[in-house]
């Protein structure tokens, strides 16, 4: 009997080592590595943004081109994590919107985004774009269009691991993400983000404009720049 009950402890021992082993192999599926920190993915994190937006409006008719100028702020929120049909850890991301300080938030839209140990994707209003792609140096070339139909854009990092001031807060470690660096005499288009390790997206600058006579006319100018984030 008492054979037995050693056999049986032996077992058990074994089985829970093994388990240990399974699970500890499990949750290192993305290692601890800084370049993963620029894509925060913990319930709870947000961030809130400045955004200016200027919409340039043509018109054919007279040359009477129209031009308006709006100011509001946005809030990004990550609210929960579920798993897609490949089992791969998806983030809901929460989005607010306000005019201003005095008004409360309102919910204009809910996104979502998710990282692995290649890439990370962040769904918008539908459209599934590729944020970053690791690892992270000079060399490193990629589509952000490659989930979804528009044109290809290839993405390169410019700046990174490097210390920056924005929006009144210094920070040790970002990265910055040229998107699309193009001005001729007929369109000015320009595509940028920066991230910071631990926070995410700091700054975003996106310009699709249309020229006449090499003067902007027609598009969108469109800026986003850190607020305030936490928890902190």
């Given at each position: 009997m008492n054979s037995i009950n050693r056999l049986s402890r032996f077992f058990i021992f074994s089985f829970f080592v093994a388990g240990v082993l399974f699970a500890c192999k499990k949750e290192s599926i993305i290692p601890p590595s800084p370049s993963f920190n620029y894509f925060p993915t913990t319930a709870g994190n947000w961030i809130e943004y400045d955004v200016d937006s200027i919409y340039h409006?043509?018109?054919?008719?007279?040359?009477?081109?129209?031009?308006?100028?709006?100011?509001?702020?946005?809030?990004?929120?990550?609210?929960?994590?579920?798993?897609?049909?490949?089992?791969?850890?998806?983030?809901?991301?929460?989005?607010?919107?306000?005019?201003?300080?005095?008004?409360?938030?309102s919910l204009v839209a809910v996104w979502t985004q998710t990282l692995s140990l290649s890439s990370a994707y962040r769904t918008e209003d539908n459209v599934p774009y590729h944020k970053l792609a690791f690892p992270i140096n000079g060399s490193t070339m990629w589509d952000g269009n490659d989930a979804n139909i528009q044109e290809e854009e290839m993405y390169e990092y410019t700046d990174?691991?490097?210390?920056?001031?924005?929006?009144?807060?210094?920070?040790?470690?970002?990265?910055?993400?040229?998107?699309?660096?193009?001005?001729?005499?007929?369109?000015?288009?320009?595509?940028?983000?920066?991230?910071?390790?631990?926070?995410?997206?700091?700054?975003?600058?996106?310009?699709?404009?249309?020229?006449?006579?090499?003067?902007?006319?027609?598009?969108?100018?469109?800026?986003?720049?850190?607020?305030d984030f936490g928890p902190r």
């Open positions: 409006a043509e018109n054919d008719n007279n040359n009477d081109d129209s031009v308006y100028s709006y100011h509001f702020q946005v809030r990004e929120e990550i609210d929960s994590t579920f798993a897609d049909g490949q089992g791969r850890p998806v983030q809901v991301i929460l989005r607010y919107k306000r005019n201003s300080d005095l008004e409360a938030w990174y691991h490097t210390a920056l001031t924005i929006g009144g807060f210094d920070f040790d470690s970002t990265l910055t993400v040229l998107q699309r660096d193009e001005d001729n005499y007929v369109e000015r288009i320009f595509g940028q983000e920066i991230y910071a390790t631990g926070v995410g997206m700091i700054y975003k600058q996106r310009d699709d404009l249309g020229k006449r006579n090499g003067i902007i006319v027609k598009g969108q100018e469109y800026k986003m720049t850190l607020k």
